[in-house]
């Protein structure tokens, strides 16, 4: 509390000296920090009024409200990315405020956002030889950032963001808390015409849903692994779309004899289960609604490169 005090008796001489002006009112919220007797007789002896807004109506802030909107947002993307449970709330909060206050040069999501490497040449490689869509049920205004981040540019160039994931009811194996939502290709392919089971291949990190041979489902990326290649030139990622991108023949023909990543959950699988609960469910459950439409990023560029082939990216690949 007193430390408030000092700090505004400094800050007051400071900007007073610089501007040659007087600080006429100062408005604060009622914290007792702001409203004592110390604050009450300095403002009195300078002739400062002082505005108080109306108790809890925080809206009344409108700076100190915009700078918690873009905390929380922040906060929730740093979870979202790195996979922290609700339990870690304060921890990720604090050290989103200290990146904000001590990484001037830099904006929170170059610090948070892994990027793997060779991603930036990947994803030249992605846009060049394919349309690109990402499907994610991340809210948008956390997706978005997350995007720009690592896209940059290339950004403009998806061929839309679609979000009309399935809501299974159910939570992941891999956390009790979050919610495990499907891409179900049939949709996609129900609203949208041009794609079919023929043209589209789903990357995920689940093989459940959909018809065989529609996607493939890589092993996470272990941020520790600081040799990882799977991207670059030589890559399995990279070699397994590049032979797609120059094949005849259609998606699932060309998956089904080229293997890559995790194998479809069947009946074998540790988790049967499960899963088998899940896919029961999937088929009376309700959709999640988009936080807005759809929409077509950047569509225009997409017909300059004759492309035939259509990519999905879910964001839980990582």
């Known amino acids: 509390m007193f430390e408030v ?8 001489a400071k900007v007073e000296n610089q501007t040659g002006r ?12 702001f409203k004592n007797s110390k604050f009450g007789q300095f403002c009195n002896e300078h002739n400062i009024q002082r505005h108080y807004t109306v108790k809890k109506t925080p809206q009344q802030n409108g700076v100190a409200e915009r700078m918690n909107h873009t905390i929380i947002d922040r906060v929730r993307c740093l979870r979202l990315n790195v996979d922290l449970s609700k339990k870690n709330w304060t921890e990720v909060m604090s050290t989103v405020i200290y990146l904000m206050t001590k990484s001037l040069n830099s904006t929170l999501y170059e610090k948070l956002v892994f990027k793997r490497p060779f991603y930036a040449n990947f994803l030249c490689f992605c846009f060049k030889s394919f349309d690109v869509v990402v499907w994610s049920s991340v809210a ?3 997706l978005m950032g997350i995007i720009e981040c690592v896209m940059g540019g290339l950004a403009d160039r998806l061929l839309f963001i679609w979000s009309n994931c399935t809501d299974t009811g159910f939570k992941t194996l891999e956390r009790g808390e979050k919610p495990l939502f499907l891409n179900e290709l049939r949709k996609l392919w129900d609203e949208r015409r041009s794609f079919s089971e ?22 996470p990326y272990d941020v520790s692994q600081t040799e990882d290649a799977e991207l670059g030139p030589d890559g399995e990622m990279r070699t397994f779309l590049e032979g797609l991108a120059a094949a005849e023949t259609e998606v699932p023909s060309y998956v089904a004899s080229h293997r890559l990543g995790q194998e479809p959950i069947t009946a074998v699988h540790p988790d049967w ?3 088998s609960r899940v896919l ?13 439409p759809p929409t077509r990023q950047g569509f225009h560029n997409v017909g300059d490169y004759n492309l035939n082939k259509i990519i999905h990216y879910s964001t839980n690949y990582t």
Request: aromatic content about 14%.
């Open 280 to 292: 029961r469910s999937a088929g009376a459950s309700s959709t999640r609604p988009s936080a807005e």
């Open 5 to 12: 005090f000092v700090k505004f008796k400094a800050w007051c």
């Open 140 to 142: 948008r205004w956390n």
């Open 198 to 219: 023929k043209n589209t291949l789903l990357v995920d990190y689940k093989p459940l849903l959909n018809p065989p041979n529609t996607g493939i489902f890589p092993s």
């Open 22 to 33: 007087k600080i006429k009112v100062l408005r604060t919220n009622n914290g007792t920090e």
């Open 273 to 275: 289960k499960f899963y």
